[in-house]
């Protein structure tokens, strides 16, 4: 169940279908049908198991992670571009800042 919810959301993406129309090849699923199917694989994994819904939770969470990362490398996997830490030499001291309590140097 978990590997179909993953084909079905693979084919239901959007982007999936772009890329499809990109090599000239015709989709022949129709959008409503992958839909129907995923939604009752879902409801399957909510009532299979004895922790189904946490699972199913889970399944949806990864389905996100999985679409996040597709996207990421269809940009070309661009770099993770954080902001410089200020320097904290130049920033100014709390006004309560009492060097005898404490053990890291000002």
């Not at 239901?12 to 090599?23: F, H, I, L, N, P």
């Not at 389905?63 to 954080?82: A, N, R, S």
Request: hydrophobic share 40%; proline share 6%.
């Amino acid at each position: 169940l978990i590997q179909a919810a993953f084909f079905l959301h693979f084919c239901g993406d959007a982007k999936y279908a772009e890329r499809q129309k990109d090599k000239k090849q015709e989709l022949k699923v129709v959008d409503e049908e992958v839909n129907e199917a995923a939604e009752r694989v879902m409801k399957i994994l909510h009532r299979t198991g004895p922790e189904a819904k946490r699972m199913a939770e889970f399944v949806q969470v990864a389905l996100f992670d999985e679409t996040q990362w597709v996207d990421w490398k269809m940009k070309g996997c661009p770099d993770f571009v954080k902001e410089p830490i200020e320097d904290f030499a130049t920033l100014p001291m709390p006004e309560n800042y009492d060097k005898s309590i404490s053990k890291w140097a000002p």
